[in-house]
Structure formats: C-alpha cells, structure tokens
C-alpha cells in the first residue's frame, strides 16, 4: 500500500481522486503533510492566531493584524504578518496592493456581481481556500457555494495551494449539480490558471466573474461558510491528521447542508432551499458607489450586513 501511495503526484493531470481510483488505494491517505510546508512551533502559534483573528474579522489587513499580535506580546513587523497572510491565502476587504496575485500572465476577469440580486439557484457560485491547522502543520480546504441556497456543492483538501484540487472540486460540482450562470472566484492564481479557466470556459454559458483585489466582502457568502466552519467544527475538535480533518469535514458538510439550519434562510436548510428553490436569495450593495453618493456611506460592518438581503 505505501508503494501504491507513491504512484499518486500533485503535478499529474488526472485528479487526484482518479489517481487514487486507478492506484487501489484511499484517497485520505494520500494528504501527507510534506516536510518542507511544516512551520516551526512560533509560526504555526502565529498562523493559528491569524486564522482565529481574520476568521472573527475579515476586513482586517496586514496592519491591524500586527496590531492585534503585538497587544499580545508578539514582536513581529508588518512584512512577516504579510508574508504569513499569504501563506493563508487571507487577504483584508479594504483595497490593497499585493494579496490573492494572479500570475502576470494570467487573464482577469471583470467581477459582475456589484449590485445584482440572486433569485435562485445555480444563477451564481462562488468559489474560496482556507487554512485548516494540523497540530504538526496544516492543510487548505477549497469549496464551492451556491448563493441563493449557501449550500455546499463540492469541497477538497490539499497539503498545497496548486490548482490541481481546485480544478478536481470544480469538475466535481459540474458532475452533480451542472453549470451556474455566473462563476465567482478571487484573483488567486490557482482560480487564474490555464487549468482551472479551461474547465469553466469548455462550458460557453458559464460567464466569469472575479473579486476586486483584496475586497473579501465581494465574496461574503464563502467568507461566511469559513467562519462557521472554523467555530462550530475545526476549532472545537482539533483534529490531529489530515484524514481525521477529512472524515470531520465530511460529516460537516453533511450536517451544514442537510441539517443546520439558517437563519438568513428563514431557518431551513441550505438543501431544502436548493432543491425547492424558495426561500433563498442574495445580493451586494455596491458599497463603493454609495460612497461616492452624499449622505450615503457604508462601512465593512454595515456592508456585511447589508450584503445577506
């Protein structure tokens, strides 16, 4: 079996989950966190407080983070907070330079979902990674929402940010529910690669869409789903390995999908809503035009809000 578990690579084209099919072996076992990604025991206590902190408060940047560690007692300049941000793929809701990089040869696309309101589902989806720390490093977690219902059509774990699992979570969701109408990602490279374009584009309705740079309200819904994930789930029960977060996450998602019940949903599920197609909705004020307009300004706390109507 540890034979077997050497035949499947990150840099193969087939997914992972394929590989691990074709290879007769499980696909929990293949998450093995590589030497070279595990941090030392400071960097992995500041990671974990980064994550607690832009989980509660994800329009902080680099700035405030630094702030909040240095009231802790932690002596640590803004470039090593940036540094370490990146390595979280986090990034603050005020504009910024420098966060979720495409590659410079990559296109970007205009995001199209200033202003609009989601009426039902599969009209737009939304795709994110977070972080999710291991007690000997930690592992990134991509997923892909339905707006209207915020129901959890696919997920993935990965030991790295390639966009290999990112297009494996994306081909998945294509699998079981079809294509929306629009696809919502932020600028990140994995999200503006050949590989994960190519996916969307061999589906000629599909229209795409990307986050203005660093505004993380732009995709408030995932942000969200992060948020309850981290305190409900993750933070609780500290699982100890990448297959024991897998299992956890499994049950979950299952549980936030079928179960939990929503209050933005007039308490039903993200399920019933997705199925029946009632009760459901969404859209995004468009924040930085009403700032524009006299007497009409918004702040990241009030923009949250005003976003879930």
């Known amino acids: 079996m540890k034979a077997r578990r050497t035949w499947i690579s990150e840099n193969d084209p087939l997914p992972i989950a394929r590989q691990c099919v074709l290879a007769g072996t499980n696909r929990s076992t293949c998450y093995v966190l590589p030497a070279n990604i595990i941090p ?38 803004r ?61 990134y977690l991509v997923a892909i929402i339905d707006w209207y219902s915020r129901k959890v059509l696919s997920w993935r774990l990965s ?19 079809g294509v929306p109408e629009i696809f919502n990602s932020d600028q990140g490279a994995q999200f503006t690669s050949d590989g994960f374009i190519g996916a969307l584009k061999k589906y000629p309705t599909i229209r795409i869409s990307m986050d203005g740079r660093g505004r993380a309200l732009d995709n408030i819904f995932v942000e969200r789903l992060w948020r309850s994930l981290k305190h409900e789930d993750i933070y609780l029960k500290g699982y100890s390995s990448p297959a024991e977060l897998q299992q956890g996450l499994k049950a979950y998602f299952a549980f936030y999908n079928g179960e939990r019940m929503h209050q933005a949903l007039a308490y039903s599920t993200p399920d019933q809503v997705y199925q029946s197609g009632t009760g459901g909705g969404a859209g995004i004020v468009d924040k930085y035009q009403l700032k524009n307009e006299p007497g009409k300004e918004l702040n990241d706390q009030e923009g949250q809000r005003l976003s879930a109507a």
């Open 40 to 77: 030392d025991e400071e960097e992995t206590r500041l990671l974990e407080l980064i994550d607690k902190e832009y989980t509660l408060h994800p329009f902080y940047g680099s700035r405030k983070i630094k702030q909040y560690l240095g009231g802790l007692g932690y002596s640590i300049n």
């Open 79 to 139: 470039k090593r907070v940036q540094r370490l941000m990146r390595k979280l793929g986090l990034a603050g809701m005020a504009p910024v330079l420098n966060t979720s990089n495409p590659h410079p040869q990559h296109k970007i696309y205009p995001y199209l979902l200033r202003g609009i309101k989601v009426t039902r589902p599969k009209q737009v989806w939304s795709i994110d990674i977070t972080y999710c720390r291991l007690p000997q490093g930690f592992m």
């Open 159 to 177: 030991n790295s940010m390639e966009s290999s699992f990112c297009v494996d979570c994306l081909q998945e969701a294509f699998r079981n529910y």
